[in-house]
């Protein structure tokens, strides 16, 4: 059974940052593309950030320049580097799993980023 451990997540003043790291295991060898979605109350869920085992990216462009995504392929961790929050960037972040950047099969629980002053 696939899994995705979020963790990261919490409370930070506009213009902060933070780092989410998501650890997963299972068999995950069909999943090229790992990275972060998130969701806000009341919004859809949407892409932040993804990247391939390759190094290839996609960015939302709210985050783009903002937020960095890195993988460690030997651990199957990846990251999310995010700098310069707004409070506009306060939802829960799922991490994720899937066969392309911007498809995503597997799930995590979410951990939930606040910015707020």
């Known amino acids: 059974q696939v899994q995705l451990v979020e963790s990261g997540g919490g409370l930070v003043q506009p213009g902060g940052s933070l780092r989410l790291s998501c650890a997963t295991s299972?068999?995950?060898?069909?999943?090229?593309?790992m990275g972060w979605y998130r969701q806000a109350p009341g919004k859809e869920r949407e892409l932040v950030a993804t990247?391939?085992?390759?190094?290839?990216?996609m960015y939302a462009d709210s985050v783009k320049g903002r937020f960095t995504i890195s993988r460690d392929n030997a651990k199957n961790t990846v990251y999310l580097e995010m700098n310069t929050l707004k409070p506009e960037d306060t939802a829960l972040y799922y991490c994720?799993?899937?066969?392309?950047?911007?498809?995503?099969?597997?799930w995590g629980k979410g951990t939930l980023v606040t910015v707020s002053s």
């Open positions: 990247k391939t085992s390759g190094g290839n990216t």
């Open positions: 994720t799993l899937g066969p392309r950047l911007d498809f995503m099969t597997y």
């Open positions: 299972g068999n995950i060898l069909s999943s090229n593309a």
